[in-house]
């Protein structure tokens, strides 16, 4: 059963990521995109960020996030209790699973961190809610099925929130965010490579603000 104080902590995560209606996605490996990054998001109205553990160096920087403490930070790619401590040492206040694993979603729980674990088929969001998870990564999302899919899982698990990432862009965000039982859409078109190792900040809050502006 779900503690009041995780049960809390869950609300405010969901208030979050539904409120932003989008989770940008970035690896980020220095100070200065840590910086260039946060001041990008906070100029774009956008106050959550996934953290993608996809380059070593992330691990030595992620704690500097906790300069901007009106930023949500998110840990993405998550893959054993050693990456599951780091997002609890370093202040993140979410953590996210490619898949499912039932060692680290009780692993998760035993560090009263917040952790949203990776799916994409009925089965593993079963098992992922009996271990007591309502707020899911619907993963590779494109390649599992799509909004159909979800729109179908609807009716099967009225009680199961997403946050469809992989193949989620600008020219389908639309159609997963209709959904009811979708909370926000991740995805990494918000930073694009291009702008991040050009150091485009400018460039990538006016295009979360353009996204933002066309979503339903």
Request: some cysteine.
């Amino acid at each position: 059963m779900m503690l009041k104080k995780e049960l809390l902590f869950l609300m405010n995560i969901n208030k979050q990521l539904k409120e932003n209606r989008v989770l940008p996605l970035a690896t980020i490996t220095s100070k200065e995109e840590v910086d260039g990054i946060s001041q990008a998001l906070q100029k774009a109205n956008c106050s959550v960020l996934e953290i993608t553990l996809r380059d070593e160096r992330v691990r030595e920087i992620i704690h500097l996030f906790k300069n901007y403490p009106d930023l949500t930070i998110g840990l993405g790619t998550i893959r054993s209790s050693e990456d599951i401590d780091l997002a609890v040492s370093s202040g993140a206040h979410f953590g996210i699973t490619p898949g499912l694993s039932k060692t680290l979603c009780e692993y998760a729980k035993d560090c009263n961190f917040q952790l949203i674990p990776g799916v994409q088929s009925a089965s593993e969001i079963m098992l992922a809610s009996e271990l007591g998870y309502k707020l899911l990564k619907f993963f590779p999302a494109e390649l599992s099925g799509g909004a159909k899919k979800l729109k179908a899982m609807q009716a099967v698990f009225p009680d199961i929130s997403f946050v469809p990432t992989g193949g989620v862009n600008s020219s389908n965000f639309n159609s997963y965010l209709a959904l009811t039982n979708v909370v926000c859409v991740g995805s990494s078109d918000l930073i694009s490579n291009e702008m991040l190792n050009s150091n485009d900040w400018n460039g990538i809050s006016s295009n979360i603000i353009n996204i933002k502006e066309n979503l339903l």
